[in-house]
Nanobody
Framework: QVQLVESGGGLVQAGGSLRLSCAAP????????MAWFRRAPGKEREFVAA????????HYRDSLEGRFTISRDNASNTMYLQMNSLKPEDTAVYHC????????????WGQGTQVTVSS
């Protein structure tokens, strides 16, 4: 099984920033669309942001537009999520995922990294 590895989570005050990273093996990264999802305790997993295989196209959850920025570095097989102006409601476990262009679903996932925003 291919495992994506997230890092960069932690505890931050409201209004602060964090940068999450997602390291992936080449077979789960090249020619793959990538995305970030998050799950708060007692809530369903929700979409955060996505980026296509070459980084030319990005999508964001409406409520996060302008605060979060997704990017990728194909040379290092790493995806990033820059999170600014963090709010307590952003507290969740953040997961990265990969979907090969030939695949129907996101079939590679990371274990998640905890983001906690205090007020």
């Amino acid at each position: 099984q291919v495992q994506l590895v997230e890092s960069g989570g932690g505890l931050v005050q409201a209004g602060g920033s964090l940068r999450l990273s997602c390291a992936a093996p080449p077979r789960a990264f090249r020619n793959s669309n990538m995305a970030w999802f998050r799950r708060a305790p007692g809530k369903e997993r929700e979409f955060v942001a996505a980026i296509n295989w070459n980084g030319a196209i990005t999508h964001y959850r409406d409520s996060l537009e302008g605060r979060f920025t997704i990017s990728r570095d194909n040379a290092s097989n790493t995806m990033y999520l820059q999170m600014n102006s963090l709010k307590p409601e952003d507290t969740a476990v953040y997961h990265c995922a990969a979907k090969r262009l030939s695949a129907a679903t996101y079939d590679y996932w990371g274990q998640g990294t905890q983001v906690t925003v205090s007020s």
